[in-house]
Nanobody, 121 residues
């Protein structure tokens, strides 16, 4: 019933920007946080950013602070991740998650299919 669909991934040069979107359906009532995670080849799923239901609180992993911005449009039921000053180490599959009680993948109930971000050096 609940579906999350990511879009906006692609390939960019170092220093470039991308905006990821996560369209949610069947999830108009949000219990906890929504957020973004990423997973690079051979690595675990890493927490990137989270935002509270009302959008008043946002949090970021140290690796992306100052470069990424999380936001949401509740009217459109869409979550965004603006990524600036991209680095090769940002290359990963990015996942949208919903109903997260903590900044950890194991605490999120719903997941999107992922969108690939590739940053070339």
């Amino acid at each position: 019933q609940v579906q999350l669909v990511e879009s906006g991934g692609g390939s960019v040069q170092v220093g470039g920007s991308l905006t990821l979107s996560c369209a949610a359906s069947g999830y108009t009532y949000r219990r906890y946080y929504m957020g973004w995670f990423r997973q690079a080849p051979g690595k675990g799923r890493e927490w990137v950013s989270a935002i509270s239901t009302g959008g008043s609180t946002a949090a970021y992993a140290d690796s992306v602070k100052g470069r990424f911005t999380i936001s949401q449009n509740n009217a459109k039921n869409t979550l965004y991740l603006q990524m600036n000053s991209l680095k090769p180490e940002d290359t990963a599959m990015y996942y949208c998650a919903a109903d997260c009680q903590a900044y950890s993948a194991s605490w999120c109930r719903y997941w999107g299919q992922g969108t690939q971000v590739t940053v070339s050096s």
